[in-house]
């Protein structure tokens, strides 16, 4: 069974940025697209980004420009780096393989004050 351990979150103030790591269990980790989803209290889970096998990437206009993924596929990581975050950021933050996602981990929690 694939599991997923994401960590890296925080309490930080606006303007703050935070470096979020994810580390997947699985064979195809190194030919998976994977993402960085949210949740906020309140608000269905969304995607956040997702990077390739190749490294292309794509991310959603809240956090564009503001953020980056990247990913170590000697390691099984993927990683998230936020910077300029807003209170709006606020969320748990959570990965998983994008194409054929698995059973959530717990996530890590981001949370921004202003």
């Known amino acids: 069974q694939v599991q997923l351990v994401e960590s890296g979150g925080g309490l930080v103030q606006a303007g703050g940025s935070l470096r979020l790591s994810c580390v997947a269990s699985?064979?195809?980790?190194?030919?998976?697209?994977m993402g960085w989803y949210r949740q906020a209290p309140g608000k269905q889970r969304e995607l956040v980004a997702f990077?390739?096998?190749?490294?292309?990437?794509y991310y959603v206009d809240s956090v564009k420009g503001r953020s980056t993924i990247s990913r170590d596929n000697a390691k099984n990581m993927v990683y998230l780096q936020m910077t300029s975050l807003k209170p709006e950021d606020t969320a748990a933050y959570y990965c998983?393989?994008?194409?054929?996602?698995?059973?959530w981990g717990q996530g890590t929690q981001v949370t921004v004050s202003s």
């Open positions: 998983n393989y994008y194409n054929s996602p698995h059973i």
């Open positions: 699985g064979r195809t980790f190194s030919i998976s697209t």
């Open positions: 990077i390739t096998s190749g490294g292309n990437t």
